[in-house]
């Protein structure tokens, strides 16, 4: 860790903070991470904030809980800059030795790092991405965490938190705007060539949902509307699993779903829905 006068330099950025600098707030996760992992998610953003962005006098989103390597948040600026070229990107980590490690990836004022926790180190950023953190916290923490990060975000900005498996072949996440306390969509996301079934999505829900897969919960029957639409649509497998999840996706949207994106996405392996809550 690099240390001036015998002080690491999260403690001194802390020490110039003064005595009124706020704590971060939350807990150290695993911070396990992986080159292209967050891919899914980064284009989705581009896509759904891409207005935000392009409307935002500072640009600024963070990276929360980029992990024990900054790789998540250097690929996030970089994706993100097709979006908006002067796009800044901020990697917040509660653990000082994190950030400190960071500092040889970061690359001001287009990309920097900083300790920092739920409240966003005080910062007012237009998208804030939160990926698989707060899935190693019980679900009673999610919607004051939820609340937190909202009610710091500039006007106009969103929340996106989720979860994906190791190497970002599957995953889903919930979107909140500006001040909300409960999310607006569900997206799940997944690599089509490697998608057994919809099924498995199951694994990766976000927390708030990933104990409410049972009957009688609106996520199940989500799940498994999904999963019997691609079951019916298994004749079209043979012209490719692009084809059998555009007819799947079809089919969820015919069933009365509220599918809110267009096959254009579809065909990205996405599809996203009005939060389950009837």
């Known amino acids: 860790m690099a240390r001036v006068d015998g002080v690491s330099l999260p403690q001194l950025h802390d020490r110039r903070r003064g005595e009124g600098a ?10 396990t991470t992986n080159p292209n992992r967050l891919r899914r998610v980064d284009r989705w953003i581009g896509w759904w904030c891409g207005r935000a962005l392009a409307d935002a006098t500072d640009p600024l989103v963070v990276d929360l809980g980029y992990g024990a390597t900054p790789i998540t948040a250097v690929e996030l600026r970089a994706r993100l800059a097709r979006v908006r070229a002067d796009v800044r990107v901020t990697g917040l980590e509660i653990d ?5 490690a960071a500092q040889v990836a970061a690359d001001p004022p287009g990309l920097t790092f900083a300790r920092g926790g739920f409240e966003l180190a005080g910062l007012r950023p237009v998208v804030v991405r939160a990926f698989n953190v707060l899935r190693q916290y019980d679900e009673s923490a999610v919607p004051a965490a939820w609340t937190t990060i909202t009610g710091n975000l500039a006007p106009g900005g969103w929340l996106i938190e989720g979860t994906c498996d190791e190497l970002g072949r599957l995953g889903s996440w919930a979107t909140l705007p500006a001040g909300a306390s409960t999310p607006v969509t ?9 998608l057994e079934s919809p099924a498995t999505f199951a694994e990766r829900l976000p927390k708030a949902l990933i104990h409410r897969n049972v009957p009688g919960e609106p996520v ?15 004749p079209l497998a043979v012209f490719g699993a692009r084809q059998r999840w555009l007819d799947a996706v079809s089919r969820l949207k015919a069933a009365g779903w509220p599918v809110l994106d267009r096959p254009v996405r579809w065909r990205l392996g996405e599809v996203t829905v009005a939060w389950p809550t009837r």
């Not at 706020?22 to 911070?31: A, D, F, S």
């Not at 997206?187 to 490697?194: D, M, P, R, V, Y």
Request: hydrophobic share 45%; no cysteine.
């Open 186 to 194: 569900l997206t799940l996301a997944a690599k089509l060539s490697t």
């Open 22 to 31: 706020v704590k971060p707030q939350g807990e150290i996760t695993r911070g």
């Open 220 to 234: 199940y029957d989500l799940l498994r509307t999904l999963d019997e639409a691609w079951r019916h649509a298994a």
């Open 96 to 100: 000082p030795a994190r950030v400190a």
